[in-house]
């Protein structure tokens, strides 16, 4: 304000001054990023925003700091100054982000904002939350196990199609094929946990021993239920491989005396041990000092013994005469 024109008196101090004191100071934001890594490095764009547009250019500083994610191995240390240009409400700025093909549990890290210049700040701090796309997958092996005379366990792996930095779990049970829980194997349930930067592990199915001769016999393990990791492979057969001998047969020799009347002469097909399988063997017979349709009547056919059992009979009939004659076979 200046004065002039004085009447009267001089003017010692024209001038005066009128300071407007602006109360409508901006404030200033960053917001938070989810980066999902993509198998290679990239940048996560975080952005600070201003409460609302300033005449002036205002400054801002920010800095990364450590969460769970670390510098130099999950993203790249960032700092720097953010410029908003005079009339702009907003400006950006990167974080690179480095790519890993390790399985793990989504991590952080913090962005800090500080020494504003013609703005406050009301929100500083932004979280960059990585997000792991890596997820592995799991597969179960076949075992064939051969029967040893006595009990032992068929070890199954359970392996990880890559290294993961969580700990896999997952459940595994047993169902029965042609092999049966409570005779030829324990029934078996539980959970595999494979250890952060491990990539198998492994558990047992008791196998029971038994001296039958069998076919070779399965039983099914499946997998379910997994933590931190898919399933490629659900399914791992367990074969039982049968050692046991094949069994021998043997058939009886045979006393019969005439009575006057004809009858039967009965023969026993015995098997050295029970087998699991239906045996069978063709029989026939033969004149030694004895003669087919006179002594005997001829016989052929096929015994069978059952699964489990070890003997068969089978006759021969025997013509009745009243001649008295050398015994005769």
């Known amino acids: 304000l200046t004065l002039s024109n004085a009447s009267n008196a001089t003017i010692s101090d024209a001038t005066g001054t009128l300071t407007i004191v602006d109360d409508d100071i901006p404030s200033l934001s960053i917001n938070d990023v989810s980066y999902t890594e993509s198998g290679s490095a990239g940048n996560a764009t975080f952005t600070v925003t201003l409460s609302q547009a300033s005449a002036r250019e205002v400054t801002v500083n920010y800095a990364s ?6 510098a130099g191995s999950d993203y790249t240390a960032a700092s720097g100054t953010v410029t908003i240009a005079a009339g702009a409400t907003s400006a950006t700025f990167d974080v ?3 790519a890993d093909t390790l399985d793990e ?5 913090t962005l800090t904002l500080s020494n504003a210049s013609n703005a406050t700040i009301s929100d500083a701090t932004g979280t960059l939350t990585i997000v792991d796309d890596d997820i592995p997958s799991l597969s179960i092996n ?8 006595s009990a032992g366990n ?25 092999a049966a829980s409570g005779s030829d194997y324990t029934a078996s349930t539980g959970t595999v946990t494979i250890l952060a930067g491990n990539t198998t592990q492994t558990f047992n199915v008791p196998v029971l021993a ?3 001769d069998e076919v070779n016999e399965t039983a099914t393990l499946t997998l ?11 399914t791992g057969t367990l074969t039982i491989v049968d050692d046991d001998d094949t069994p021998s047969l043997s058939i009886n020799d045979v006393s019969y005396t005439e009575s006057g009347s004809a009858g039967n002469a009965t023969f026993t097909v015995t098997l050295s041990a029970a087998s699991s399988k239906e045996v069978t063997v063709d029989y026939a017979s033969s004149n030694n000092s004895a003669t087919a349709a006179s002594d ?3 016989a052929s056919g096929t015994v069978t013994i059952a699964p489990g059992a070890t003997t068969q009979t089978f006759t021969v009939p025997i013509l009745v005469d009243t001649l008295d004659e050398e015994n005769e076979t």
């Open 65 to 70: 700091s450590n969460s769970t994610a670390l």
């Open 96 to 98: 690179p982000v480095l």
């Open 105 to 109: 549990a989504s991590e952080t890290a």
């Open 142 to 149: 076949d075992v064939s196990y051969t029967e040893s005379g």
């Open 154 to 178: 068929a070890t199954f792996t359970v392996t990880l199609s890559a290294a993961s930095g969580q700990d896999i779990e997952v459940d595994y049970t047993t169902s029965n094929g042609t």
């Open 210 to 212: 038994d001296t039958l």
């Open 224 to 234: 379910s239920n997994a933590s931190n990791a898919t399933i490629s492979d659900a």
């Open 296 to 298: 005997y009547t001829a």
